[in-house]
Every structure is written in structure tokens, then in C-alpha cells.
């Protein structure tokens, strides 16, 4: 069996200031014993791999997966490991590596500048995410000149809660980290609440007829996608509730 959680709003409650999100309590401890009982544990998010690393250390041998599937953080060495889906050579991999990195950087170099009110720039590496929850009455500028830095930097854009996140056009989502996270399992559960969370929600759908057993878990609130809460197929109230479910597993395969 597989179980793969996303982290915002999954494990940790949406705060006001990104970098202020902590897993709700028992939630490390849940991903610790979940991984001595079931084949594989993954947090898998659109943090960068090192972030989760440092809110998620202790989770035993729960992986962590970053910036949707483009990073991971590799236990043996405590480094971040990059995997663009590219590798015609490691120097190609390298050289693409910067280019993204700097069309990234340069985008949000240019959404600073624009100096919108009570706009978050979060700058993850190989992606940034433009957090406008301190300011919910700037969403349609923020979201054009997120479009705007798109079409700019070739880069892809990606709406979430009170945020839009510009990234590499790589074709890695959640849907190609949960794929890969999958094979030779034969039960998949997947929770998450936002947007980005849906293709991890479409691989299940597509491993489930194939015969895999899976459970596409989705955490409301007033901010939860419609399309993610119709999709799922059991809805819990908060992260609290996503640690009992975890706790719960743990416990029947203990
Ligand atoms: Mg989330």
C-alpha cells in the first residue's frame, strides 16, 4: 500500500504568511509510524523539497517530494535532488536547470517590482508562488500579471488558494510524482485540498482501472475547490482529521 499526502492545508493549516506553516500536532509522528507499516509513505508538495525536509525531518522513512515532483529530498545525503524529467546527459540536465532557474528568478524579480500591496513573492528555486491572501481584492491583478510573466518566460502558470505559481512547462505535476511513487503497489491513497492536487486525484482514477485499489481523500474548507471536493471520494474536515485517518491506518496494519 502507498499513502501520499500533500502538505498546505493537508498537514499543515493555511496561515497568513507561508513560511509560517507547521504540520498540525501528531502529524509527524503519524508519517513515522505509518512508514514502518505500509510500503511506501510520501508527503508530496509544491514546497521546495528542502522546506519540507525541515518541517518533516522526523517523519522516519516517509519521502518528501517538492515543487510537484521536480524535487526530492534525498535521506542518505540531506540534499536536495533535482529531477527534471529531461536527462539526455547530466550536463543538459545541468544547463536546463539554470535556465529555469533564471527564467523563474527573473519573473519574480519583475512581480517584486511591481510593488503590488500586500503581494507575497515566494520564491521556491525552480518555481515562485504569488501569495495575494493579505490582499484578496488585488486577485485579478495579480493573476494577469502572473499570465503576463508567463507568456514573458515560457514558464507555466498554476492557480491555488489566494496564490498563482509560475513553473518550469515540464509536464511534472502531482499526477507524474504520485505515478512514479505507485509502481507495484496494488492500494493507493491520496490527500489533498487545492487545485494542484487533482492530477494526483486523475492518476488514481486511471491506477483504480487498472485494478489498484485507491482512495482519493480531499480536505474542505471555504477555500477548497469544488472540482476537488466532487472528485474525492471521502471529504474530512481539517489536517486534524487527515493525522486520526493516518493514525488509523497505522494502527490497522500494525
Ligand atoms: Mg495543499
Redesign the pocket.
Known amino acids: 500500500m502507498g499513502v501520499f499526502v500533500?502538505?498546505?492545508?493537508?498537514l499543515a493549516r493555511?496561515v497568513d504568511d507561508p513560511s509560517d506553516a507547521t504540520p498540525v500536532a501528531g502529524a509527524v509522528e503519524a508519517l513515522a509510524a505509518l512508514a514502518q507499516h505500509v510500503g511506501r509513505v510520501a508527503v508530496i508538495?509544491?514546497r521546495p523539497a528542502s522546506y519540507l525536509a525541515s518541517r518533516l525531518r522526523d517523519s522516519g522513512a516517509t519521502v518528501l517530494i517538492g515543487l510537484y515532483g521536480l524535487e526530492r529530498w534525498d535521506r542518505t545525503t540531506n540534499r536536495v535532488v533535482t529531477q527534471l524529467p529531461l536527462g539526455a546527459s547530466e550536463a543538459a540536465d545541468r544547463q536546463e536547470r539554470r535556465d529555469w532557474g533564471t527564467a523563474v528568478e527573473e519573473a519574480a524579480l519583475r512581480a517584486q517590482t511591481a510593488g503590488i500591496q500586500g503581494v507575497v513573492v515566494e520564491r521556491k528555486g525552480l518555481t515562485v508562488t504569488l501569495h495575494y491572501r493579505a490582499r484578496p481584492s488585488e486577485e485579478a491583478k495579480v493573476r494577469s500579471m502572473a499570465l503576463a510573466l508567463a507568456e514573458q518566460e515560457g514558464l507555466a502558470v498554476h492557480a491555488?488558494?489566494m496564490s498563482v505559481e509560475l513553473t518550469p512547462p515540464v509536464g511534472v505535476d502531482k499526477g507524474t510524482a504520485v505515478a512514479e511513487m505507485c509502481e507495484g503497489l496494488s492500494a493507493v491513497l491520496f490527500a489533498?485540498?487545492?487545485t494542484?492536487?487533482l492530477p494526483a486525484f486523475a492518476e488514481l482514477e486511471r491506477r483504480r482501472s487498472l485494478g489498484v485499489a485507491t482512495l482519493s481523500v480531499a480536505?474542505s474548507s471555504e477555500e477548497a475547490p469544488a472540482d476537488l471536493l466532487r472528485a474525492a471520494d471521502v471529504v474530512l474536515d481539517d489536517p486534524a482529521e487527515v493525522v486520526e485517518m493516518l493514525r488509523m491506518i497505522a494502527r490497522t496494519f500494525s
Not at 500533500?6 to 493537508?10: A, E, K, Y
Open positions: 500533500d502538505f498546505d492545508g493537508t493555511i508538495s509544491g491555488g488558494k489533498g485540498d487545492d494542484g492536487d480536505v
